[in-house]
């Protein structure tokens, strides 16, 4: 038995030897005619950048980042400091290109001529559904829109203003005099309830926690590699979707049954078709797994991007002084004045400093930090050529710190925004036919905030860290903004 494997191990390793030669050799022509590619895209106009290992490209590089304290965009600003305004990578098996010019902005997102739509990465697709605003093809969206467009009205914003007012003050009352609060937990707490009564008529009870428990778990899964194994976050932020889903399907089947009537809600009212204005015209209503993914995608967009920037906020305001007493005189000249014991519209209208300071920390924070497109057309822009198929990123957060685009961007000044600005300068909400439809209700929730935190309490940042929080997707301050809170009433009792 032994000299018969004695015998066998020679012709063994010949084959062995075969083996390892071929896959060397086909390993260096994939490698050679990789850096080919290279060299010939550069010479044809192809943005510079590093296009990685092969098939990996620089994904790794950009799950590193994504653990990292100073966030994902590490990834960005590290390769637009080494190659310029413009450059290509590979991520995710899919060529990306990060562009930060208000030209290319301007170019890109608005898309006058039809050559980009918008396109996420696998995960996040997958995560918000294939229906969602915010994956749908260009004449796809275009139908969705024109369905949420008349919910999000005059009437429905000055709905909002009352309760998310009526929300603020009760979590106020709830706060200590003296005393320590994390601003992002409460923040997202009144924004998860501001979202799902507007949406749902959901108020309290296992539901509401629910939606915002696993709300936050499909976001911090957004940026994780798609596996499905179910120990990945990939994996929980899906499951977490299904239960959101979940919760949606059985409102939706009650309503039709009768079991749940009365309700005056962004749901209640895609059910029915949205308004009227559709029955003359040739356009279909939406179907069920279109209302699901939406609904999702808005109360994403409502709770965790608005928290955020409520977060940001007030550390802005905390760090700021100047900035913290110009604003003390102005709210409370509102507070003096206003007639009836909730905000309104009109009282907000009367902000123009708060206005500032919101569009201010929002330029700052950068909570979206880049609109993500596909290119559907091979095209050139600021002399870069681009493939069809490519994604096309505009990058935000360089265009909002470009000095050549603000003054001192690294400053904190509400006051910038006084004068008129380039609208392709400021991007919190994407410009053009993408753009958010919630913006003005993003803006509302946070002078709402801004008028009851000031009008109640001083309070001092105590953590001045800006890093980042892991996994997330939009900028998350890792500390959560802890603040010390002093009640304004116990200051002038003892004035």
Same mark, same amino acid.
């Given at each position: ?27 260096? =022509? ?21 296009? $990685? ?13 994504? !653990? ?8 960005? =600003?590290? =390769?637009?400091?080494? +190659? ?26 608005? !898309?006058?001529?039809?050559? %980009? ?16 605003? @915010? ?20 009437? /429905? ?7 998310? &007012? ?6 106020? *009352? ?110 279909? $209503?939406?179907? #069920? ?14 709770? #965790?991007?608005?928290? !955020? ?10 760090? !700021?002084?100047?900035? +913290? ?21 009109? &009282? ?59 003054? #001192? ?15 392709? $300068? ?10 958010? *439809? ?8 946070? @002078? ?16 001045? #860290? /800006? ?6 997707? %939009?900028?998350?301050? =890792? ?17």
């Amino acid at each position: 038995m032994l000299g018969h494997l004695l015998q066998e191990l020679p012709m063994f390793f010949y084959y062995w030897g075969i083996f390892v030669l071929v896959v060397t050799v086909v390993c260096q =022509r994939a490698w050679n005619l990789w850096h080919y590619n290279i060299n010939s895209y550069s010479e044809a106009g192809i943005p510079p950048g590093n296009r $990685g290992l092969p098939f990996v490209g620089e994904t790794l590089h950009f799950m590193a980042a994504i !653990n990292s304290p100073q966030g994902v965009y590490e990834f960005v =600003r590290s =390769r637009r400091l080494r +190659y310029g305004r413009c450059f290509k990578t590979r991520l995710f098996g899919e060529t990306h290109m990060f562009m930060s010019s208000m030209e290319s902005a301007k170019a890109i997102l608005n !898309n006058d001529v039809g050559k %980009f739509s918008k396109r996420y990465i696998k995960s996040i697709a997958e995560l918000v559904g294939p229906h969602s605003l @915010l994956c749908a093809s260009h004449y796809h969206h275009k139908l969705i829109r024109a369905h949420l467009l008349s919910l999000f009205s005059t009437d /429905s914003l000055a709905s909002l203003v009352q309760h998310s &007012d009526q929300l603020v003050v009760e979590a106020l *009352l709830g706060w200590p005099r003296h005393g320590l609060v994390v601003i992002q937990d409460e923040a997202l707490q009144i924004t998860c309830k501001a979202m799902c009564k507007m949406l749902m008529s959901i108020e309290t009870g296992y539901e509401l926690e629910t939606v915002q428990r696993e709300v936050g778990r499909v976001c911090e899964a957004m940026l994780a590699f798609p596996l499905r194994f179910k120990w990945t976050r990939f994996y929980k932020g899906l499951q977490a979707r299904k239960r959101i889903m979940d919760i949606l399907e059985k409102a939706m089947n009650e309503r039709r049954n009768g079991s749940a009537g009365g309700h005056q809600d962004f749901l209640q009212r895609l059910l029915a078709g949205n308004d009227n204005k559709f029955k003359d015209q040739e356009v279909r $209503g939406l179907t #069920d797994e279109e209302i699901r993914d939406n609904i999702l995608t808005m109360v994403i967009a409502g709770q #965790d991007t608005t928290a !955020n920037a409520i977060t940001w906020m007030v550390k802005f305001v905390g760090e !700021n002084q100047e900035v +913290y007493h110009n604003l003390v005189k102005e709210q409370l000249q509102i507070a003096n004045k206003r007639e009836s014991s909730h905000l309104t519209l009109e &009282d907000l209208s009367e902000m123009p400093f708060a206005s500032g300071v919101a569009k201010e920390a929002l330029r700052m924070a950068s909570v979206v930090q880049w609109f993500p497109r596909v290119a559907l057309e091979d095209c050139e822009i600021e002399g870069f050529k681009i493939k069809k198929g490519w994604n096309v990123n505009v990058d935000a957060r360089s265009i909002h710190f470009d000095p050549t685009v603000h003054d #001192d961007p690294d400053v904190f000044n509400p006051s910038r925004f006084h004068a008129k600005s380039n609208v392709h $300068g400021f991007l919190p909400f994407g410009v053009g036919g993408r753009s958010c *439809l919630g913006k003005n209700m993003a803006k509302a929730m946070m @002078l709402v905030f801004l008028h009851r935190l000031i009008t109640t309490y001083e309070w001092k940042v105590i953590d001045h #860290d /800006s890093s980042i929080q892991k996994w997330a997707l %939009f900028s998350k301050l =890792r500390s959560g903004c802890p603040v010390h809170l002093t009640s304004i009433k116990d200051i002038n009792k003892t004035a």
